[in-house]
C-alpha cells in the first residue's frame, strides 16, 4: 500500500465503501448516461465509455436539470450504478441524487480533490465521517 491522502469533508449520505476512483467534470442530465450498461456517453466528456458499476463517482457537479438523480438513480436500479460519490460541494441536483441513491456520499471537502486523486486511484469513502481517503500505489 502507497501513501494515503486524507481529505476532510461533510458526509452527506452515511454508509462507508471503498473503490476505484472516477473523476471528472458535470456530467449532463440528459445523454450523459447509458441506463442499462451505467456507461457514461455523453458526447466530449473526458470519462466517455468509463463504466460506473462499483466506482467511486468524484464529479464536480450536475448539469441540467433536478430530474438529474432521477436519471442517475435508473444506473443503480439496474445494478451498475457507482458505489459511492463526492461532490466538492452541493447544489440541488447533487443534494437530489444523494437523496434518491441512498449511498455514501461526501461532501463539502476542504481540498481540492481534483488536485489530489486521479481516475483509478482506489477511494476508502466515510460517509459517516465525511472522510475521502485516496490510497496511492506504490
Do not use: C
Request: proline share 4%.
Amino acid at each position: 500500500m502507497g501513501e494515503i491522502i486524507t481529505i476532510q469533508g461533510r458526509g452527506a449520505m452515511a454508509g462507508i465503501v471503498e473503490g476505484p476512483a472516477l473523476i471528472g467534470e458535470t456530467l449532463q442530465g440528459n445523454g450523459a448516461l447509458n441506463y442499462v450498461s451505467g456507461e457514461i456517453i455523453q458526447r466530449g466528456h473526458s470519462l466517455k465509455g468509463q463504466l460506473l458499476k462499483g466506482k467511486i463517482l468524484i464529479l464536480a457537479g450536475a448539469g441540467g436539470s433536478t430530474a438529474w438523480s432521477v436519471r442517475l438513480h435508473t444506473t443503480l436500479v439496474n445494478h451498475v450504478g457507482p458505489a459511492g460519490m463526492v461532490f466538492p460541494t452541493m447544489d440541488a441536483r447533487t443534494a437530489g441524487a444523494t437523496a434518491s441513491m441512498k449511498i455514501p456520499v461526501v461532501t463539502d471537502l476542504e481540498q481540492d480533490i481534483f488536485q489530489l486523486a486521479k481516475t483509478g486511484d482506489w477511494i476508502r469513502l466515510d460517509g459517516d465521517n465525511g472522510t475521502v481517503q485516496i490510497v496511492k500505489p506504490d
